[in-house]
C-alpha cells in the first residue's frame, strides 16, 4: 500500500510540472511562430509542432512501457521535452523556422508523457476505481498548468534581462520544470506494468459499458496471451461500436480543444489584449481542463463513462455557441472569452476521462496499452491536423469559422456514438443490450 501511494504521489508530481512547462510556453508558441514567419497563418505551427510531436511519440513510448514499464517510458519522455525546450530557445535566437518546429515537436513528448501517466495511474489500482485513478493525476496538472500561463509575463521579463527575444523567455521555465518531472519520474518504482491491475469480469461477464475481460482458466489462474500488436488491436477496435466510440471521443476532445485553443491568443492579439490577459484567458481555460476531473473519474465510476461523455456533449455545444457570440459581437470580451474556454477546458476533460475509462474498460487486458498508446497518437496527430489549418481559417474567416470547424468535428463524434450508446451502462440499467459487442477474440496476438 506505501509503494502504492508513493508511485501514486510521484506520477501526480511529474504531472503537476509537466503541466507547469507545458502551460508556461503555450499562449506565446503561436505568437513566436507568427512573429519568425510574418504570417498570421502560420502561427498555428507552433502548437501542430508540439502535438505532432506528442502524437508521433505516444505510440512508442506506450510500446517501450510494455517492454521495460513504465518508469522507463516516462524518464524518456519527460527528458527528451526538456531537450526540446532547449532546442526551441535555440531557433527563436536564430529564427530558423524548422528548428523552431523541431524543439515544439520534442517539447510534445512531454504531453504524451502526461497522458500516458494516467495509465500508469490506472495500472496501480482495481478497475472499479480506474476513473479515480486517472482522473487525480489529470487532476495534478491543475495546479502547474494554472501557473504556468502566470509565468508567461515574467518569463518574458526573464528573457529580456538575458538578452533574449522577451517571448522566448516562458521556455527557460519549460525546461526547468520538463527536467524536475524528468528526474521524479526516474525514481518510480520498477513495478508499475501496464496492464498490471487485476481482471474483475471473465469473458462470460459484462463489466460497465458493455466489456468483458479476460478469460479465467478453470484452475483459478488467468491466461495471458500476447501483447496485441497494432494491426489486430485497431481491428478489435474497429469491429465493436464501443471501443470505437471511445477512441473517437478522446481524438475529437482533443481535435475541439486544440482548434479553439491554440488560436485564442492569436485572436485577442488581434483584438489588442495585452499578454497578461491573454495569459489569464489561458489559464482560465486550462483550469477547466483540469481542475473538476476527480469529479468526472467518480462520475466514470459511479454512472458509467457514457454518461460522462453525454455531458461532455452538452459543455463542448455550450462553448461553441459563446466562442460564435464573441465572434459576431464588434469587438472581443475578455469575459465572454474567458467563460467560453472555461467551457471548452471542461469538456475536453470530460471527453478524455470519459474516452480513456471507456476504452480500458471495454478492451481485454493485453489490447489495452496498444490502444492506449494508438488512441493517444491518434488525439494528438488529429489536434495537430487542427492546427495546421486553424491560422489558415483564422485568416480566412476569422474567430467564427474556428468554431464551426469544432461543431463540425462534435457531429462527427455524435455520428459514432448512434451504435455504441444501445450497447453502454446508463444509470438503471444492468448491462448492455447486447454482448456480442465487446466478445473477446479466441487469440489476442498475430
Known sequence: MKTRTRAQAKLIAAQLLSGA???????VGGLLAEEITGKTSMAGIAQMSVILGAGLIAYPLAVLAGKAGRRTALTLGFGIGTLGATVVLLGVALQLLPLFMLGMMMCGSSTASGLQARYAAVDLVDPSAA??????????????????????????????????????????????????????????????????????????SMGNDGIAEVTAESDGTTAEPPTMKLGPALRFAAARPVPLFAMITIIAGQ??????????????????????????????????????????????????????????????????????????????????????????????????????????????????????????????????????????????????????????????????????????RWPGRKGPASPADSTPEASYAD
Open 21 to 27: 512547462g507545458i502551460a508556461s510556453g503555450y499562449a
Open 131 to 204: 476513473g479515480r485513478a486517472m482522473s487525480l493525476v489529470v487532476w495534478a496538472t491543475t495546479i502547474g498548468s494554472v501557473l504556468g500561463p502566470s509565468f508567461t509575463a515574467p518569463g518574458a521579463r526573464l528573457g529580456a534581462a538575458l538578452g533574449m527575444n522577451e517571448l522566448a523567455g516562458p521556455y527557460l521555465i519549460s525546461m526547468t520544470a520538463f527536467g524536475l518531472a524528468t528526474l521524479v519520474a526516474s525514481t518510480l518504482t520498477r513495478k508499475i506494468k501496464p496492464g498490471a491491475a487485476p481482471a474483475t469480469t471473465d469473458s462470460g
Open 255 to 424: 481535435m475541439m480543444m486544440t482548434n479553439v485553443m491554440v488560436m485564442t491568443p492569436v485572436h485577442m492579439d488581434h483584438q489588442a489584449f495585452s499578454l497578461g490577459a491573454i495569459g489569464i484567458v489561458v489559464s482560465v481555460h486550462i483550469a477547466g481542463m483540469y481542475a473538476l476531473s476527480p469529479v468526472f473519474g467518480w462520475m466514470a465510476d459511479r454512472f458509467g463513462p457514457g454518461t460522462v461523455i453525454a455531458g461532455g456533449v452538452i459543455v463542448f455545444a455550450t462553448a461553441i455557441i459563446l466562442g460564435v457570440v464573441d465572434a459576431a459581437a464588434e469587438a472581443s470580451s475578455m469575459v465572454l472569452l474567458s467563460t467560453a474556454l472555461i467551457f471548452l477546458g471542461v469538456g475536453w476533460s470530460m471527453f478524455l476521462i470519459g474516452g480513456s475509462a471507456l476504452l480500458t474498460a471495454s478492451v481485454p487486458r493485453h489490447a489495452k496499452v496498444t490502444l492506449q498508446g494508438a488512441s493517444d497518437s491518434a488525439m494528438n496527430l488529429g489536434g495537430a491536423l487542427m492546427a495546421a489549418m486553424a491560422g489558415t481559417v483564422l485568416e480566412a474567416g476569422g474567430f467564427l469559422w474556428i468554431n464551426m470547424m469544432a461543431t463540425i468535428v462534435l457531429l462527427v463524434a455524435l455520428g459514432f456514438s448512434i451504435k455504441a450508446v444501445p450497447l453502454m
